[in-house]
C-alpha cells in the first residue's frame, strides 16, 4: 500500500527543522517547537501539517519579523539556483523540500504587516520549497507591490522564483487561496504570462501553460485570442505550451479553440461505442471500445473525448469530460480504438448508484452514447 501523502510532513521533518533552526539562531527553543509542532500531528492531513508547524513557528520564532526571517534564511541550504526542487532535501547544511512548506504558512502569517520584507523571504524560499501558496495573500492585500514584485522576478536568475511569478498567481491554484478579483479580472497577470512565453525553463513554461487554462475556465475567448495571437510562427516550445494552456478548450470541444488547432472540422464518418460490463460496481473498470470509419476522402485529424454522466445524490446527471485519444484517421480508414475508465474510490468525486451514460465527442461534437449500470 503506497505511503500516505500526508507523510510528507513528518517527525524526521520536524527535527530537521529543530536542528537547522537552533543553528540558525541559538535562542530558538527547539524542545517547545517540537512539542508544539508533534502535538496532534499524525491526525491531521498534508495542507493542515504545514499549517500546524506554522502555529509551532509562530510561538516559537522571534517576535520582530525581520528577525525571524533572518534566523529562516539561514536555516535553508545553499543553492545554485538552478536545482530540480525534488532533488533537494533537509540534511545537515539547512533546510530544503517539505520542512520548507511551514516556513512558507509562517511567513504569510505574520508578514503581512512588512510585505516588502516578506516578499524577499519568499524568494528565498521558494527556491527550497515552492512558496506558491504563501504569496497569494500578498497579491490580495497589497496587490500592487505584489504585482511589482512579481514583475521583476519573471527576470530573476533562478526558475524557480520565474516560476512564482506565474504559479503564484494563478487564480484557481489547487490547494491557494482563491484570487477572486484575478477570476473576475485576469489582466493583471497576462504581462507576467507575456515574459515568461518563451522562458528557457519547461518547467516555468508549463506553469504559465497551466496558469491560462485556469484563465479559459472563466474568460474562454481571451485565452482563444492569446493562442490565435501568439501561435504564428511559434517554436516548438511555444507551441507545446499554448497546446497545453488550451486543453480545457478543446475537451469540452470549444469550436475557436479546436479550429485554432485545425481540429474544427466535423466527423465524416461513422462512430460505434462499446462499454463492457453493463453493470460495474465501485472500484471496477468500464471498457471502452471505439469503433471509426471514415467516409472522407483525405486524412482527418480528431480530438477524441469522452464525457461520464455521473449520477449525482438528487438523480441528475453530471458530466465530466475525460481525455481519450488523438489521431489522424486516413480516408476510408477504419479503426478500433480501446480504453480502461476506472470507476475506483477519489477524493474529488462521491459516486452515486444508478444509470450513468458516456458520450463520445470528435472535434467537440457528439457523435455517440451509450449507458451503465453503477453499483455501490
Not at 518563451?198 to 508549463?206: A, F, H, K, L, W
Not at 493562442?227 to 511555444?238: C, F, K, N, Y
Request: aromatic fraction near 6%.
Amino acid at each position: 500500500m503506497a505511503e500516505p501523502f500526508k507523510n510528507l510532513i513528518n517527525r524526521e521533518g520536524v527535527a530537521a527543522m529543530r536542528r537547522q533552526l537552533r543553528r540558525a539562531w541559538a535562542g530558538f527553543d527547539g524542545a517547545r517547537f517540537e512539542a508544539l509542532a508533534l502535538d496532534g500531528l499524525e491526525a491531521l492531513e498534508l495542507k493542515a501539517r504545514a499549517q500546524h508547524l506554522g502555529a509551532a513557528l509562530e510561538a516559537t520564532l522571534p517576535e520582530d519579523f525581520d528577525a525571524a526571517c533572518s534566523v529562516i534564511e539561514a536555516s535553508l541550504v545553499p543553492v545554485r539556483g538552478d536545482e530540480e526542487l525534488g532533488e533537494l532535501r533537509a540534511g545537515d547544511q539547512g533546510l530544503a523540500g517539505w520542512p520548507v512548506w511551514p516556513l512558507t504558512e509562517f511567513v504569510a502569517r505574520r508578514g503581512l504587516g512588512h510585505p516588502e520584507r516578506a516578499l524577499r523571504c519568499l524568494h528565498a524560499l521558494t527556491q527550497r520549497f515552492t512558496a506558491e501558496w504563501a504569496v497569494r495573500p500578498f497579491i490580495v492585500a497589497q496587490p500592487e507591490l505584489a504585482f511589482a514584485t512579481l514583475a521583476r522576478w519573471t527576470g530573476d536568475a533562478s526558475p524557480h522564483v520565474r516560476r512564482l511569478a506565474s504559479e503564484g498567481s494563478r487564480p484557481r491554484l489547487p490547494w491557494g487561496l482563491q484570487l477572486k478579483a484575478l477570476i473576475a479580472d485576469p489582466s493583471p497577470t497576462l504581462p507576467l504570462l507575456e515574459a515568461l512565453l518563451d522562458d528557457p525553463s519547461e518547467y516555468v513554461r508549463r506553469s504559465v501553460a497551466n496558469h491560462l487554462n485556469d484563465i479559459a475556465k472563466d474568460h474562454p475567448a481571451l485565452v482563444v485570442g492569446w493562442v490565435l495571437r501568439h501561435l504564428p510562427d511559434a517554436s516548438p516550445e511555444r507551441r507545446a505550451l499554448l497546446k497545453h494552456a488550451s486543453r480545457t478548450l478543446i475537451k469540452q470541444g470549444d469550436a475557436r479553440m479546436l479550429k485554432a488547432w485545425g481540429l474544427g472540422r466535423r466527423f465524416a464518418g461513422t462512430a460505434t461505442l462499446g462499454l463492457q460490463p453493463k453493470k460495474i460496481r465501485v472500484g471496477d473498470s468500464l471498457a471502452l471500445t471505439l469503433a471509426l470509419h471514415s467516409t472522407a476522402k483525405r486524412a482527418q485529424k480528431l480530438v477524441i473525448d469522452y464525457a461520464v454522466h455521473h449520477v449525482k445524490a438528487n438523480g441528475e446527471r453530471s458530466p465530466k469530460v475525460f481525455k481519450g485519444w488523438t489521431i489522424e484517421l486516413a480516408a476510408g480508414e477504419s479503426r478500433t480504438l480501446a480504453k480502461q475508465h476506472s470507476m475506483r474510490t477519489v477524493t474529488t468525486r462521491r459516486y452515486h448508484a444508478g444509470r450513468h451514460a458516456i458520450d463520445l465527442r470528435i472535434n467537440g461534437e457528439i457523435v455517440a452514447e451509450a449507458e451503465f449500470d453503477l453499483k455501490l
